[in-house]
Each structure stands twice: as C-alpha cells, then as structure tokens.
C-alpha cells in the first residue's frame, strides 16, 4: 500500500511539478482511470485542488454521464469541480472547418484551462497522461516520420504550465491504486473503437507487440527517458548555434551558416520550425542564398535575403536592404530627361525629407495614388492591368515613404512627390532587381 503514492510523489519532487505553498492545483478529470486516478493521489499527497471537466456532448447520453460522474468522485474526495460546456461544431465552423474534431475538441479544452490559469490564479494545470499515453505518441510520432523533439515524448511540465504527474507510471498500475481506493471510473466507448490512429495502436498493434516481446514497455519507457534527455541536450546545442548565427534585428548569416556548418539544412530547420518553416522552405532558403531580393513566407512572418542574410521583413526595411533594390541618385533638374526605362522612377528632392523611404511587398487591400490618375487604386488591379502572376506579385519590391507606396518597382510610380515647375532637384531612382 502507498507504493503508487510514493511513486507518483518522488517524480513531482524530482521535476519540480509542484509547489505546495504555491496554491491551487486544476485537475483535467474525464472521469475515465487515469484521470480519477491523478485527482485521488494528490489529494491524498495533500496538495489543494479543483477539478476540471469539459462536456463536448460528442456522446449523447454518454457525455451526460461522464460529467456526472466527474461531479460524483469530486464530491466524493471533497474537491470543487467546474464543468464546461462546449459547442464543438460551431468551433468547427469559426475556424472554416479547416481542423477535425479531434483537434478542435483539443484546442477547446486547452484554451479553456489557460483562462481557469488565470481565474483561479492556480499554479498548473494537471492531465493524466500516464506511461503507456507516452508510447503511443512516441510510436504515432515515429510513422509519422518526425526527428528527435518528436520521439523524445511528453515532457513533464512545459511553458503553458501544464503538468502530467502520472508519466512515470503504467495503466495497470492506475487501475491497481483505483481498486485499493475503491474508486470507479468510466469508460469512454469510443476508445474501444479502432477509428482513430491513436485507438488501433493501442486496442490492437501494442498488445502484441507487448505479447511478442514482454520487455518492450520497460525498454521504449527506458528508451524515452534517455531521448528526453538527448532531446534537451540537442535544443541546447541548436540554441547556441544561433547565438552564433545571428545578426542585427533578427536576421541570420545563410552565408556563414553554410560555410562553417556540415549540417546547415539541419540548423536552419530548427531555428524556423517552430515559426511554423517546413523543411522544403529551409532547403530552399540554403538553395537560394545568393538571390538577393528573394522572399521568403513563413507562417505569419516573411523573410528576405539580403547579400547571404536572411532577413525578417518588418515595418520598415534596414538601410542595407533598401539600397540592395535600389541605387538612389540626386540631380539639378536641367539635366531631366525623361526616359521609357520601367526600372526608373523619378521625383522631385523633397521625397528624401522627413520620413526615410523604405522597402516592404504587397499586402491584401493596398491602395497606391497612380501617375497620372486622380484617386487611389488598388495594387491588385495595377498588377492585373500589367498582367503579373499571381506567384510574382508577393516579389515585387514596393518603395514606401511612411505608409505611402510610391513605386511598384518597374511597374507604376505615384503621383506623390512628382516633378514640378517648382523643382531644383529630382531624384532618380534605379530599380537594380537584387
């Protein structure tokens, strides 16, 4: 008796899970094993808690029954609960239907505990996920054909202040503890079903894995806890290789990256994944960089590179980007010519007053006043009247001053700042193309 207890205690001590003089603790409770399981042990470990229960009335009277029961067992070891009702389908619909139900179920429940972060003023949020949970992601991660942050497996605590206590025991071992507590559970009849990756894996391809070879469970946990460790060393060593990398306002040396490192595509894969970069866009970024001017979209941000630098683009362009498009030059308006050249712009000196000109690309809804026209027109019907494609249009180089296009480069100049009767001095400017 206890040895589950003292299991599950040693592990919250070891990763520093749990402050007991930090307040409450939120429990993600079901209602199945594993998560009756987690609330009965810390409550009996003496730590503050309050249950959690999301109804997604996915189930019928099935979801009823789940959020009773979660009621009853926190009644029953005197813990408050709060219950959730959600409406998956109109989530679904918000988001274009572009996510399953799986995953808006998923974003569902864990919005909802970070808000309960902050309502209660809690210190985490617990889930159950237990051993065995860890292998099938390890093992669904594996088919999936990820590298090491994705077999590596569940972390015990991450920055969203979620914890999982249970990861250093099995489900035989939760369902021993429900029975020396006297405590049920249900059973969610869905998991018996072999629609979902996750369920084949564990209703049909573990159990005989595991009949195979009797050892497996202890080596692939023995295993997870060593790539666990691997995986921290490993994103350690890639954050110091930025460090090294980096350059002024966010860009990074592709030049230097390349030149030095053996494993270049690796690095740059890493440093931008988790901007949301794929592995074909980082190939290319190596593959391109020496095309100055080229643009790069990764997931909410755009990169640019600039003479072997990849370069985040911002509200304004660094001077060394602008003049890498553009060569600027000053003259005394006696020597105005006009030219049909379509990478020159020309305009009167007083556009170098005040707010300094600088580079961005095209973005939905921009308006610009052409030469020659009265009121402003859109940038997607200029491209249209030049016959751009639709792939060519986010490359061409915009030459702003403040939040005004003046030059969609070798395409359409503004009617701002135009050459005049008035005019000393004009500026010519050279769209050099990278």
Request: hydrophobic share 40%.
């Amino acid at each position: 008796m206890g040895a589950f207890r003292d299991k599950v205690e040693r592990y919250i001590i070891r990763h520093n899970l749990i402050d007991k003089d930090a307040g409450l603790i939120l429990v993600a409770l079901s209602g199945g094993a594993d998560s009756v399981a987690l609330l009965a042990v810390l409550v009996e470990l003496g730590y503050k808690c309050k249950a959690l229960h999301c109804n997604f009335h996915l189930r019928g009277a099935e979801s009823e029954r789940d959020a009773s029961h979660a009621q009853d067992i926190s009644a029953q070891l005197g813990v408050p609960v709060s219950v959730k009702d959600f409406d998956v389908e109109r989530f679904r619909q918000m988001t274009g239907d572009s996510i399953s139900i799986e995953m808006a179920c998923r974003d569902l429940r864990y919005n909802w505990f970070a808000e309960m972060l902050e309502t209660e003023d809690a210190q985490a949020v617990a889930v159950a996920h237990s051993i065995d949970d860890n292998i099938e992601t390890l093992m669904l991660n594996l088919m999936r054909g990820t590298g090491i942050m994705g077999i590596k497996g569940m972390v015990a605590k991450n920055n969203n202040r979620i914890i999982r206590p249970l990861l250093c025991v099995t489900r035989p071992e939760i369902e021993s503890y429900l029975r020396e507590k006297s405590l049920d559970y249900i059973v969610d009849s869905t998991n018996l079903q072999n629609i979902y990756r996750r369920n084949s894996l564990r209703n049909k391809v573990l159990p005989n894995l595991y009949s195979a070879f009797p050892q497996a469970k202890s080596g692939i946990t023995a295993s997870l806890v060593h790539l666990s460790e691997n995986a921290a060393l490993y994103d350690l060593l890639v954050k110091e290789k930025l460090e090294y990398y980096s350059v002024a306002d966010g860009g990074i040396d592709i030049k230097k990256l390349i030149d030095k490192e053996l494993h270049s595509h690796l690095l740059l894969y890493e440093w931008l994944r988790p901007k949301g970069a794929s592995r074909s866009i980082t190939d290319d970024i190596i593959r391109c960089v020496n095309n100055s001017g080229r643009r790069f979209d990764i997931g909410k941000l755009s990169y640019v590179l600039d003479r072997g630098i990849l370069m985040p683009i911002k509200g304004n362009f660094n001077r060394c980007v602008l003049e890498n498009f553009f060569d600027i030059k000053v003259y005394p308006v006696e020597k105005f010519k006009v030219t049909r050249d379509p990478n020159k712009a020309y305009f009167d000196v007083s556009v170098l007053d005040g707010d300094n000109l600088w580079v961005r690309y095209w973005m939905s809804g921009d308006k610009m006043r052409p030469f020659g026209v009265k009121g402003h027109k859109k940038l997607s019907d200029i491209f249209n009247d030049a016959k751009v494609g639709v792939d060519k249009k986010p490359h061409i180089p915009l030459l702003m001053k403040g939040d005004e296009i003046l030059w969609v480069a070798g395409i359409r100049q503004s009617e701002s700042y135009r050459i005049n009767t008035s005019t000393k001095q004009y500026v010519e400017i050279f769209f050099s193309q990278g």
